[in-house]
C-alpha cells in the first residue's frame, strides 16, 4: 500500500522557516517524481516543487517560491523534505506530498498518490 506522510507543518511569524517531511512507504522510492503541493483557502491545488527521485532533477512552478523554497530528498530514508525560508503570509495553506510515476508538469493532476497534507500558517 503506497503511504505518504508529511509532518512538519505549523504557525510561524512572516520571514520564519519550516521544513516539511514527506515519508514514503509502499513504492520504489527511486522509480518515482514526488512533488509538494499546496492548497489555499477557497483556491484550487496548486504545485509548488517537484523532484525526479531518480537523478535528483529539481522543478518550481511557483515563482514565488524560487529562492525561498528547497526540496530535496534522502533516498536511504524515502524522505522528501521542502525547505521553506522566508515565509510569507500567502504561504498559508495545506501542503501536500504527492508521488507519480510521470508527474511530468508538476501538476496535481499529474499526480497519483497523495498524502493527507499538513497545515503551514504564517502569521504576518
Known amino acids: 500500500e503506497v503511504q505518504l506522510v508529511e509532518s512538519g507543518g505549523g504557525l510561524v511569524q512572516a520571514g520564519g522557516s519550516l521544513r516539511l517531511s514527506c515519508a514514503a512507504s509502499?513504492?520504489?522510492?527511486?522509480?518515482?517524481?514526488i512533488g509538494w503541493f499546496r492548497q489555499a483557502p477557497g483556491k484550487e491545488p496548486e504545485g509548488v516543487s517537484c523532484?525526479?527521485?531518480?537523478?535528483?532533477?529539481?522543478?518550481y512552478t511557483d515563482s514565488s517560491v524560487k529562492g525561498r523554497f528547497t526540496i530535496s530528498t534522502d533516498n536511504a530514508k524515502n524522505t522528501v523534505y521542502l525547505q521553506m525560508n522566508t515565509l510569507k503570509p500567502e504561504d498559508t495553506a495545506v501542503y501536500y506530498c504527492?508521488?507519480?510515476?510521470?508527474?511530468?508538469?508538476?501538476?496535481?493532476?499529474?499526480?497519483?498518490?497523495w498524502g493527507q497534507g499538513t497545515q503551514v500558517t504564517v502569521s504576518s
Open positions: 504527492a508521488a507519480d510515476l510521470k508527474g511530468s508538469y508538476c501538476l496535481p493532476y499529474e499526480y497519483e498518490y
Open positions: 509502499g513504492f520504489t522510492f527511486d522509480d518515482y517524481q
Open positions: 523532484v525526479s527521485s531518480s537523478d535528483g532533477t529539481t522543478y
